[in-house]
């Protein structure tokens, strides 16, 4: 995956992993069950709207909480795209690489894309486009070695060579 586009999810600070999957329903390792439950104590529209490639912007510290690999599961899962904030936890960030979910980080962008826009992500350039607003941001582009984990689906799957 060289790109992604979707319709904008907006959040603000400190989204932890509690809210992004609930730890009642840790009790499921399943990503497709862990997606039905994905943002619904920050979001309860968020399940019935997200639509495979779409994309979540939030602000500073997203991902904060617990270490739990769950929570970029479920988004990924959920058929989020792309994260993209001002600042992401760092046992999130580790944890999104491994598991194959890109994320990106673009404090203004963060700040000025609106929930609802139509945004493209070039993770070759970590260019950030605004369709909707016709701007464009420079955020972090991936070293090649993460393009590969993602491009790979996670980790495990590029250690093993798949």
């Known amino acids: 995956m060289k790109a992604a586009k979707g319709t904008v999810f907006k959040y603000g600070d400190n989204v932890d992993t509690d809210v992004i999957i ?5 009790n499921s390792s399943d990503p ?10 920050i979001d309860k529209d968020f399940v019935g709207k997200v ?7 939030a602000t500073k510290n997203f991902g ?8 970029p599961i479920a988004i990924k ?3 989020v ?4 904030a001002e600042t992401f936890a760092r046992i999130f960030y580790r944890n999104a690489i491994n598991i194959g ?3 990106v980080e673009c404090p203004e962008a ?10 493209e992500v070039n993770f070759d350039t970590g260019v950030i486009t605004d369709v909707t607003k016709g701007t464009s941001y420079q955020g972090q582009a991936f070293p090649e070695f993460m393009q590969k984990i993602i491009a790979a689906e996670g980790l495990v799957n590029y250690i093993n060579g798949k």
């Open 77 to 79: 899962a959920a058929g």
């Open 51 to 57: 639509q495979k490639g779409d994309i979540i912007v």
């Open 81 to 84: 795209s792309c994260v993209i």
């Open 64 to 71: 904060c909480g617990s270490s739990r690999e769950h929570a």
């Open 22 to 26: 609930p730890a009642r329903y840790l």
């Open 110 to 119: 963060a700040r000025e894309i609106e929930a609802g826009d139509t945004v």
């Open 101 to 103: 979910l890109p994320i």
């Open 32 to 41: 497709a069950e862990l997606a039905t439950h994905c943002m619904e104590d």
